[in-house]
């Protein structure tokens, strides 16, 4: 275990705990920019230890009841296969696999952090839009296939979108479902995702097993204490304070 990686862990958790952003958003990149890890291995661990730590909070979503099984069950008919295509296709056509696909997964992470920030940043002016434009409370099947489509791929070669991207997605979708059961559907589609996609880099050899356990004895408490933290730190403060430190960590990794 390295001890360095289980606190980047804690300090990730705690503030997944505070903000309910996913961890990709920065795990992924203090792995490859902090530790030298390669970005294959970096998203791929990643999205085991997204799936692992997000199946607590769907576990208790679901007991609440604030989850939208429908709503979960049309992403995942988008996402999965996409992941799966996604991930085969870069391993037969990009030169040496994944490995060596390292300046398209990391132009694909800065990307999906700066729109994280922007989702961050204006996602009260997105969703007061929404509402005004959209009176409709049916369900969208096909919409929602589509954008579980589009966070499969993104997810799968970045490790990032199933958290803020994905939610905002869903609020413009829905506008009149409750907040709640936004984030435990999404956060609920989030862990059969990043397990698919996370499955596929495993096979494909880009999950660092030790490093997947030092991330876990980090950030399982850090959650815990980042949870009980949250109703005490302003989210006018925080939201974009974090919206900025992801747009300066994406601006690097499109750079890098």
Do not use: C
Not at 108 to 126: C, D, I, K, P
Not at 208 to 217: E, I, K, R
């Amino acid at each position: 275990m390295d001890l360095a990686q289980t606190l980047s862990g804690f300090v990730v958790g705690a503030i997944v705990g505070v903000t309910g952003v996913g961890g990709g958003s920065l795990m992924t990149p203090i792995l490859v920019l902090l530790f030298g890890i390669t970005p294959a291995t970096a998203v791929g661990t990643d999205l085991l230890y997204a799936a692992i730590t997000k199946s607590g909070g769907t576990w208790v979503h679901g007991r609440k009841g604030t989850v939208d099984w429908r709503i979960v069950r049309y992403l995942a008919l988008g996402s999965i296969p996409a992941a799966v295509l996604t991930l085969t296709l870069t391993h037969a056509f990009a030169p040496g696999g994944l490995g060596s696909a390292s300046k398209v997964m990391t132009t694909a992470l800065g990307v999906a952090l700066v729109l994280t920030a922007a989702a961050l940043v204006f996602r009260q002016r997105l969703l007061a839009w929404a509402r005004r434009h959209d009176p409709n409370t049916e369900h969208k099947p096909w919409k929602t296939v589509a954008v579980g489509a589009t966070l499969g791929v993104l997810v799968s070669i970045s490790s990032v979108g199933a958290g803020a991207l994905g939610v905002t997605a869903l609020f413009f979708l829905y506008p009149k479902l409750p907040a709640i059961r936004i984030v435990g559907s999404d956060l609920a589609h989030a862990v059969p995702l990043t397990l698919v996609a996370g499955i596929g880099h495993w096979l494909l050899g880009s999950v660092n097993w030790p490093l997947l356990g030092s991330l876990l004895l980090g950030s399982l408490p850090g959650i815990y204490v980042g949870s009980h933290l949250a109703s005490r730190i302003p989210e006018h403060v925080l939201r974009p304070t974090l919206a900025a430190m992801l747009v300066l960590v994406g601006g690097k990794l499109i750079a890098f």
